[in-house]
């Protein structure tokens, strides 16, 4: 029998029945027809697997393969009604050693918190964020440390086996920084960080590779910021990764948040109560401060003790001082015309446990800020617990309010809480202003998508709860016209880079 292959100048003659078992193959090569070389070039296709940060605001995870190569951008603990879910502790759906590269956006807990894990579980390769990223990460999984491994849950046995020292040291051994606009290659990758103007030190992480331009957000800045830059704009983008935290709502206006402030606190004052202010101790503490600096310099509210009551965000703060270049135009120039930010009469630090504990002796009115933001764990408890069964006190909520925290239940209305197994009563005055959101609202993720409408192939929807990822999703395919998607946990997606 024979086989012949068209366009080529040979064929194949399989030898006889007698050959067969033989397995016996002659070559004739036959002049007369010319001879092609097929080149065969290796395929522009990437896959992108989300290994988290689908159908919930937390866990962020991201694997990008291509050409050999495998990238993760962001690596955060899945977060509900406790700092961490028993989910975190699963095996990876990828294999951490394979891994050569770890990007981070920015050094919020559920974007970083799951690092020690993937180090312990084999990752070997190189760390990269921004200059301002790497030293708010360093406080920021010693603090999550020291929480898990200090926790009394069941099975916590893991956690200290992944939690310790060594592992938190050889994160910081491996890790470079890159400011932003700076360019990074490896392989046929070109990798650079844009300003997200969410937190200090955030950025959007750009991929370039066969002149296609992919861009994960991270989180995008609720700009303008009283402290940081905005949100940079964006061009040319052939695939969006996005978050969408706020996807189906829009903030109030920046300043009537700012009136809604000096209200509460003057409210406050009049009632003779205390004022407890539940704050995130990465950026939301050190707006709070500054805006609070701003009313007190300008004799718009009464003076009052001011308790800043997280010794997180104290020494975060600390870290804000020390990258003020990254501030913008405004704050800088209160810097300059020598103002400190961060200070002003009336405040006080209370860094140890015990000046904690005397906030309760102190005489009304005053106004107590503690971590958490979203009242899963932290000093704040403790005030809470103090404070809101007590009428002419008020609760302020500023800001995203996460399903099954103890601040979404109060920011739904409940009227009996559980705190460290005791009921508490809430009969404080709650207020909620979300004008305080270090992300950006609906209508500004449209705005932000419009800038590179024009060159998007498909926009992939992410970091959201269902509703208002799907929300977002639907409103970009409305009105720009875009190809978005909603993805789950663990879907992969193949993206065309030809």
């Given at each position: ?406 601040g979404r239940m109060i920011e739904d209305g409940a009227k009996q809480i559980r705190i460290s197994g005791h009921e508490i009563a809430v009969r404080s005055h709650v207020v909620f202003i979300d004008g305080y959101s270090g992300h950006k609202d609906s209508d500004h993720l449209v705005q932000f998508v419009e800038q590179t409408a024009d060159s998007l192939k498909k926009v992939f929807v992410v970091m959201g709860e269902p509703k208002s990822s799907l ?28």
């Open positions: 029998m024979w086989f012949s292959l068209p366009g080529c100048n040979f064929s194949w003659q399989a030898g006889g029945k007698d050959h067969i078992l033989s397995h016996r193959v002659h070559l004739t090569v036959l002049p007369s027809l010319p001879c092609y070389t097929i080149d065969m070039e290796p395929s522009k296709t990437l896959k992108l697997t989300f290994a988290g940060g689908t159908g919930s605001v937390t866990g962020a995870n991201f694997l990008l393969q291509g050409e050999g190569k495998s990238f993760l951008i962001d690596c955060g603990l899945a977060q509900g009604s406790k700092l961490a879910e028993e989910s975190n502790w699963k095996p990876f759906v990828y294999d951490p050693s394979t891994i050569d590269a770890l990007f981070i956006t920015h050094a919020h807990i559920d974007h970083i918190g799951r690092i020690p894990k993937l180090v312990h579980d084999g990752f070997k390769g190189v760390i990269y964020s921004t200059i301002p990223t790497k030293d708010i990460t360093e406080l920021m999984l010693e603090d999550t440390a020291n929480i898990l491994t200090h926790s009394d849950r069941e099975g916590n046995e893991m956690v200290k086996e992944i939690y310790t020292k060594p592992i938190l040291d050889k994160i910081f051994q491996s890790w470079q920084v890159i400011d932003y606009h700076q360019d990074l290659t490896i392989g046929p990758f070109i990798f650079r960080y844009r300003d997200a103007g969410h937190v200090l030190g955030s950025g959007m992480l750009e991929v370039m590779y066969n002149n296609k331009k992919l861009i994960f957000t991270g989180d995008l800045g609720n700009s303008p910021s009283p402290l940081l830059r905005d949100t940079e704009a964006i061009k040319n983008v052939d695939y969006l990764i996005m978050e969408s935290v706020y996807g189906d709502r829009n903030h109030t206006a920046r300043n009537e948040r700012r009136i809604r402030l000096e209200q509460t606190i003057e409210d406050n004052y009049k009632n003779k109560g205390t004022l407890v202010i539940p704050t995130f101790s990465l950026e939301r503490a050190q707006e709070l401060l500054f805006e609070i600096d701003q009313l007190v310099e300008h004799d718009r509210i009464p003076e009052m003790p001011i308790f800043f009551d997280s010794p997180l965000a104290i020494k975060l703060t600390k870290v804000y001082s020390k990258y003020t270049r990254y501030f913008n135009d405004f704050a800088r120039k209160q810097i300059g015309d020598g103002d400190d930010i961060f200070n002003f009469p009336g405040l006080k630090f209370t860094l140890l446990t015990e000046e904690s504990k005397e906030i309760v002796h102190e005489h009304n009115p005053k106004i107590v800020i503690a971590g958490s933001g979203m009242s899963n764990g932290g000093r704040i408890l403790h005030h809470e617990a103090n404070y809101l069964p007590i009428a002419n006190n008020t609760l302020l909520l500023t800001g995203y309010q996460a399903e099954g925290t103890l929300f977002l999703t639907q409103r970009l395919r409305d009105y720009l016209g875009v190809e978005a998607f909603a993805p789950q946990e663990n879907d992969v997606v193949e993206l065309d880079c030809q």
